[in-house]
């Protein structure tokens, strides 16, 4: 029982964290386009997003040298988690169309207070289980992100057109905040660590990550597992607008089908995981991303594809992006070092990030100036260079597996 309770309180951490930030990142690219903003600038800016969860490891060790009881991380989380709310909050004084470049200061900032929160969320829930439980709690922070992008980015999107910008502000906070209830009422949660090695965490750590041995392979698969569907995902939304969608009828197919599709792929991801392995999984969901990215290049070769093409389209790209990230989340917390295992798990979140946000902009200027037929052609082929490394470096079964 205590178990089922845990992987609620995750699941609750992750999709408080993921609402937000799913309806910022899906109404910006919507509404910046409907304004006539280029495809680039529209890159640069979800690019632009990304940037506090692409700085959060400089100061991943502090938080594991000051976490070291669950009391620690209680109170680490809950008061970056209610700075969030605070700053989501803020944006409510500000039009969104007026006084863009303000608001997107303000929620930079609310990225920046999420993402320490979520250096001690990934570090405590590293902590908690055992091996074997390692899937489903990377299954309920893939089902979290999911859930709370169905949310932001489907039925809050569609909201927004029939309420005020500050009455969706408000209830972002609120939700923030009332996600935090099952940690602060959790007596469940128990960690082992020795504290003397809590103590001994310094910034050099930082550097000491990519000394381990064989540490190169995991760093290849964390820059190339799962890049072709960030730059897919990116452009998905104007896309979809220059195909003639408008907002409503995006907010059902790249809102909420959508990450409904990835929640459950994602839940599935992690039994496959626990049942066959990672060795034969991390092969598996790679060709599933193979498949997906040459039949969105498919569709593509069509200047008007039918709706049910694209609606099949989604369903590929948020059921194979769900799998995958289980699996990239379950290797990366297996490669986090006792008493490190924020800071580890931070860069290699962080590495992942980084490759996305090269992607969305290499993206954006292939999908601008060669047109969304190349841009999939060249996701294609990312995903191709990716089964033939997991093929090569991960040709051997590891004993543990």
Known sequence: MNNKNNFFTFFCLY???????????????????????SLSTIGYTIAILKVPWILKFLWSPVVDRFNVT?????????????????????????????SFYAILVVIILSFFASATGDIATDA???QSFDRKDKSMINS????????????????????????????????????????????????????NRDHSVVKQVKMKDLFH?????????????LLLYYVSMIGTLAMISPYLVDLGYDTKQIGTMRGFLGPATGLVASFVGGLI????????????????????????????????????LLYIGILLLFGSYGMATVVVYTLSMDCARKGR???????????????????????????HHAGYTNLFLFEFGLACLSLIYILVVYRKKETND
């Open 70 to 98: 669950i009391k620690d991380y209680k109170r680490w989380i809950i008061l970056s988690e209610l700075i969030f709310a605070f700053f989501i909050f803020s944006v409510t004084f500000f039009d969104f169309v007026t």
């Open 209 to 221: 990550f990519f000394t381990q041995r064989g540490i190169g392979k995991q760093i290849g698969l």
């Open 15 to 37: 999709i408080a964290q993921q609402i937000p930030m799913s309806f910022f990142a899906t109404i910006m690219p919507v509404i910046m386009r409907q304004e006539k903003f």
């Open 140 to 191: 309920m922070q893939s089902m979290g992100s999911f859930g709370g992008a169905m949310i932001g980015g489907g039925v809050l999107l569609w909201i927004y057109k029939h309420t005020e910008w500050s009455h969706l502000t408000h209830l972002l906070a609120f939700v923030v905040i009332l996600a935090l209830l099952p940690l602060f009422f959790n007596r469940g949660l128990t960690i």
């Open 124 to 126: 405590l829930a590293t």
């Open 341 to 367: 295992e924020g800071t580890d798990f931070t860069i290699q979140t962080v590495l992942s990030h980084l490759s996305g946000i090269v992607i969305v902009l290499v993206s954006g200027q292939i999908a």
């Open 273 to 308: 995981i626990r049942k066959i392995g990672r060795h034969y999984s991390r092969i598996l969901f790679s060709i599933l991303v193979l498949f997906t990215t040459f039949y969105f290049y498919w569709i593509s070769t069509t200047p008007h594809p039918e709706i049910q």
